[in-house]
């Protein structure tokens, strides 16, 4: 009984989250944006920068919402590496849920995102997107995929931070898709290195093709660990890169638990809807775990970060 209380609320809490993306979003989008782009001094970068700035300490604060309901323990880990302060990197991750650019983003607001061509067009999301200087990701043709690396490289010169997913969309059950070119070429282009983010959600929420409403009778553990940098080797190509930051990533997101090694069969999207239903033995810790006020390198809250 106490199992299906909580799986309610956390339904509840599920629907109130996207309710409040959404609401929140519009006023965002043709309200608080606009009045920052128009009263932040300085160049346009300055402006792009000042409404990062605010969607970061938004998708924050919403963070901080999905964790009180119990849906989310998020906790970011710094093994080695941080956003450098004193020169750009392209930040690549694994994309294992709907809500990991709003989880990076919280973050490190100053990240330029990559973004899905789509979303561009939606009254939403589009002035959002638009505001904050990010990239049309392009309709995957040679192209406009092109547009996107000079795109980046631009935004990389100028001393921003590109987040880009190297998969180039939501990862399967499997854990964790093909990579493309794009990320490393551009690093390559730009002279900047890549820094890797690995993203854990266990038990699996908001996966590909898996239904909102579907969520685990347990908090789910939203972990975001970032790496060592990846440098390009001498005599390497971007090529050849992408293909050791691929071993790199399936290495360790086994390590981390999150996929399975190449012997373990691989379940349907059906099977991991019916997996979230059962509690896991070895569940997180039920207490919602914030960033480390006392790390140096920890990102600031959603006020500070406005």
């Known amino acids: 009984m106490i199992q299906l209380f909580r799986k309610i609320w956390?339904?509840?809490?599920?629907?109130?989250?996207?309710?409040?993306?959404?609401?929140w979003g519009v006023c965002l989008a043709w309200i608080v944006l606009p009045l920052c782009h128009k009263r932040t001094p300085g160049t346009d970068l300055d402006k792009a920068l000042a409404c990062r700035r605010w969607v970061g300490a938004s998708f924050r604060t919403l963070f901080d919402f999905m964790c009180w309901f119990g849906i989310f323990d998020f906790s970011v880990r710094f093994t080695s590496a941080d956003l450098p302060s004193d020169k750009p990197v392209v930040l690549i991750a694994n994309h294992p849920s709907l809500v990991d650019t709003v989880a990076l983003l919280a973050c490190f607001p100053e990240l330029v995102v990559?973004?899905?061509?789509?979303?561009?067009?939606?009254?939403?999301?589009?002035?959002i997107l638009r505001r904050c200087n990010f990239i049309d990701g392009g309709d995957g043709s040679p192209f406009a995929g092109a547009a996107v690396i000079s795109a980046g490289v631009e935004r990389l010169q100028a001393g921003m931070p590109v987040l880009i997913f190297p998969e180039g969309t939501r990862s399967g059950w499997s854990g964790l898709g093909t990579f493309r070119r794009g990320a490393f070429e551009m690093a390559q282009r730009a002279g900047v290195p890549l820094l890797p983010a690995f993203i854990t959600t266990l038990p699996r929420t908001l996966m590909k093709g898996m239904r909102w409403y579907r969520v685990p009778v347990e908090r789910v553990a939203f972990r975001i660990e970032l790496g060592a940098p990846l440098h390009l080797e001498p005599g390497e190509s971007s090529q050849?890169?992408?293909?050791?930051?691929?071993?790199?990533?399936?290495?360790?997101?086994?390590?981390?638990?999150?996929?399975r090694g190449a012997s373990a069969p691989e379940p349907s999207v059906v099977d991991a809807e019916a997996a979230v239903s059962q509690?896991?033995?070895?569940?997180p810790a039920e207490q919602c775990a914030s960033l480390d006020a006392d790390d140096p390198h920890a990102p600031a809250n959603a006020s500070s970060a406005a």
């Not at 050849?240 to 930051?245: F, P």
């Not at 509690?279 to 569940?283: A, D, E, Q, T, W």
Request: proline letters at 9%.
């Open 114 to 127: 990559v973004a899905q061509s789509y979303m561009f067009n939606n009254p939403l999301l589009g002035p």
């Open 240 to 259: 050849q890169m992408m293909k050791r930051a691929q071993l790199h990533y399936e290495q360790r997101l086994i390590d981390l638990g999150m996929i």
């Open 279 to 283: 509690p896991s033995p070895n569940p």
């Open 10 to 23: 956390r339904v509840i809490g599920s629907g109130a989250s996207f309710s409040l993306f959404g609401l």
